[in-house]
């Protein structure tokens, strides 16, 4: 099978039509901002999700058919408690940076939805989940650290460790005040006004 498949980067989100052999996830190069990227295109069996309003995020099991006629089954976490528009026998696009899915195509309705890890644990305990702030930082994450691997490896520490910390600090009021010192200026140095 060799299909043209209109793809969305997830790095910068522009479009260009790759080639897709499959039927497992294949690597490719953005036209636009150069980044290697993964996708794969497959057919929807079945869509689960189930939000967790509390950490504002929504976890998504997709069963899909690949080319071949195989079944694989695609999962992931994204922020935000809307879900995604994916009905039985949607053609569906993902594409990945490292391991993670970043975009997910609805090729029937030819729209697509970036997914943003639910994240910053500590940033978001100490602004609030849909504060500027965490906004920029979860930017400054997409563009900037996740773009080498020394950045992915740093993101990936900071998701092991964070969640760790704050059940051990979170209430700790002297904890919180020095976090917001240390983030502001963290925020300051990367050019958040
Ligand atoms: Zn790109």
């Not at 069963?63 to 695609?74: F, K, N, Q």
């Not at 609805?106 to 994240?119: A, F, W």
């Not at 059940?167 to 976090?179: E, P, V, Y």
């Amino acid at each position: 099978m060799n299909l043209n498949v209109n793809v969305v980067c997830p790095n910068c989100e522009g479009q260009a039509v790759h080639a897709f052999i499959g039927p497992d996830v294949q690597g490719t190069k953005c036209n636009d901002c150069s980044i290697d990227f993964f996708f794969l295109f497959a057919t929807t069996r079945a869509k689960r999700s189930r939000g967790d309003r509390n950490a504002n995020s929504r976890e998504f099991n997709v069963r899909v058919y690949l080319s071949d006629g195989s079944e694989d089954l695609i999962q992931f976490v994204k922020s935000g408690w809307d879900d995604i528009e994916l009905r039985v026998k949607d053609d569906v696009v993902f594409s990945y940076l490292g391991d993670d899915v970043r975009i997910v195509q609805n090729i029937q309705i030819g729209s697509y939805t970036s997914i943003s890890v639910p994240s910053c644990y500590i940033a978001t305990h100490i602004f609030g989940a849909n504060s500027q702030e965490v906004m920029f930082l979860r930017k400054w994450r997409d563009r900037v650290l996740n773009t080498s691997s020394l950045g992915r490896l740093f993101v990936k520490l900071y998701y092991v460790l964070s969640p760790v910390l704050l059940t051990c600090l979170g209430n700790n009021k002297k904890f919180s005040q020095k976090a917001k010192q240390l983030l502001g200026c963290v925020l300051k140095g990367l050019g958040f006004k």
